[in-house]
């Protein structure tokens, strides 16, 4: 039973990706017909470096997308060792100093007893600064506070990374984790989609909680009895 859950989760997840994978080829793809369509001998210099441009653009942005569709299948080996948690979480946040020192975001650390797992440190490290960016790039300058916090509970060592930034809408939040997912002009919405891989390979939960205006929380609940 727990099997074919497994498998009607896979196809109707693999069903969902082509979905997304065919509305994002498309868009550009329409484009490129469209500035085709324009393309005649009486053009200007001006309107053919505009068509051509666009052609260009979107042409490339296919080739991107085959290009991370390729990389996010690619078998990527797990390497377990017994790690600190919360040393994976500053070495995250090292590589997120710069962004929050340019915000003059107000990072707040609550750390509990520190706990060691079997991790793969690398990417749990991606996963962790996947979170920490998008809490960085969700809230004002000046205004944001980001709260990272570790508690040990019952068979369980969460993560807590808490924001003060815009928030996600119900509608959203079912969404969130999906590739391609993204509300940002130059986002590429992968940073979850990958994020959840990592921690599922890790049979670690991840729950969200937020509301539009109100702040974001991302808990990450890691089973001690994983080895
Ligand atoms: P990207 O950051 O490239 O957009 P992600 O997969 O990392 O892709 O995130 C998908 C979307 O989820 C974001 O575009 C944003 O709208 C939303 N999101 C993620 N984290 C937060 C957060 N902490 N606060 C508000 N929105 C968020
Ligand atoms: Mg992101």
Same mark, same amino acid.
């Given at each position: 039973?727990? #099997? +074919?859950?497994?498998?009607?989760?896979?196809?109707?997840?693999?069903?969902?990706?082509? #979905? &997304?994978?065919?509305? !994002?080829? #498309?868009?550009? *793809?329409?484009?490129?017909? *469209?500035? *085709? +369509?324009?393309?005649?001998?009486?053009?200007?210099?001006? @309107?053919?470096?505009?068509?051509?441009?666009?052609?260009?653009?979107?042409?490339?942005?296919?080739?991107?997308?085959?290009?991370?569709?390729?990389?996010?299948?690619?078998?990527? @080996?797990?390497?377990?060792?017994?790690?600190?948690?919360? !040393?994976?979480?500053?070495?995250?946040?090292? =590589?997120?100093? +710069?962004?929050?020192?340019?915000?003059?975001?107000?990072?707040?650390?609550?750390?509990?007893?520190?706990?060691?797992?079997?991790?793969?440190?690398?990417?749990?490290?991606?996963?962790?600064?996947?979170?920490?960016?998008?809490?960085?790039? %969700?809230?004002?300058? =000046?205004? /944001?506070?980001? &709260?990272?916090? &570790?508690? %040990?509970?019952?068979?369980?060592?969460?993560?807590?990374?808490?924001?003060? $930034?815009? /928030?996600?809408?119900?509608?959203?939040?079912?969404?969130?984790?999906?590739?391609?997912?993204?509300?940002?002009?130059?986002? *590429?919405?992968? $940073?979850?989609?990958?994020?959840?891989?990592?921690?599922?390979?890790?049979?670690?939960?991840?729950?969200? =909680?937020?509301?539009? /205006? /109100? $702040?974001?929380?991302?808990?990450?609940?890691?089973?001690?009895?994983?080895?």
């Amino acid at each position: 039973l727990e #099997r +074919d859950r497994l498998l009607a989760e896979k196809s109707a997840s693999t069903a969902r990706l082509a #979905r &997304t994978l065919a509305h !994002e080829v #498309r868009n550009p *793809l329409t484009n490129i017909h *469209l500035s *085709l +369509d324009q393309l005649e001998p009486e053009l200007t210099d001006e @309107e053919l470096k505009l068509f051509t441009d666009i052609i260009r653009r979107n042409s490339r942005r296919i080739n991107t997308l085959i290009t991370e569709l390729l990389e996010s299948f690619k078998p990527q @080996e797990t390497v377990l060792s017994e790690v600190s948690v919360v !040393e994976l979480i500053e070495r995250a946040l090292s =590589e997120a100093l +710069d962004r929050i020192n340019l915000k003059k975001i107000n990072l707040i650390k609550h750390f509990s007893k520190d706990c060691r797992l079997y991790l793969d440190q690398s990417k749990i490290k991606i996963a962790f600064l996947n979170l920490i960016i998008n809490a960085i790039e %969700a809230m004002e300058a =000046e205004k /944001g506070v980001l &709260t990272i916090s &570790t508690v %040990a509970h019952q068979e369980y060592f969460h993560v807590i990374i808490q924001d003060n $930034g815009v /928030g996600i809408s119900q509608e959203n939040l079912n969404r969130l984790f999906e590739p391609y997912f993204t509300l940002k002009t130059n986002g *590429l919405g992968l $940073g979850l989609a990958a994020t959840l891989t990592i921690l599922q390979s890790h049979h670690a939960r991840v729950e969200v =909680e937020s509301e539009l /205006g /109100g $702040g974001t929380i991302f808990t990450i609940a890691f089973p001690f009895s994983e080895k």
